[in-house]
């Protein structure tokens, strides 16, 4: 991702227009357009699962104490 400059203003106003979509996205049935970007920012692609190896590690580790 490209790093540019904002002013607080505009922060703010990419905040607010993040913040009622998430808002929007509580209403049952509701449907959202959020872009990558946004969705980004929001948060929706964190990746906080397992590594490959932290998983085959642990498998190991399991089937060492049974």
């Known amino acids: 991702m490209t790093e540019i400059e904002i002013s ?3 922060l703010t106003d990419v905040q607010d227009l993040l913040d009622a979509k998430q808002e929007d996205a ?3 049935g509701a449907q959202v357009e959020v ?8 948060g929706a692609f964190v990746e906080d699962a397992l590594s490959e190896d932290d998983a085959m590690t642990s ?3 399991r089937s060492n104490h049974d």
């Open 8 to 10: 607080q203003e505009q």
């Open 26 to 28: 509580l209403i049952p």
């Open 35 to 42: 872009s990558p970007d946004e969705a980004g920012l929001m």
């Open 59 to 61: 498998a190991i580790d």
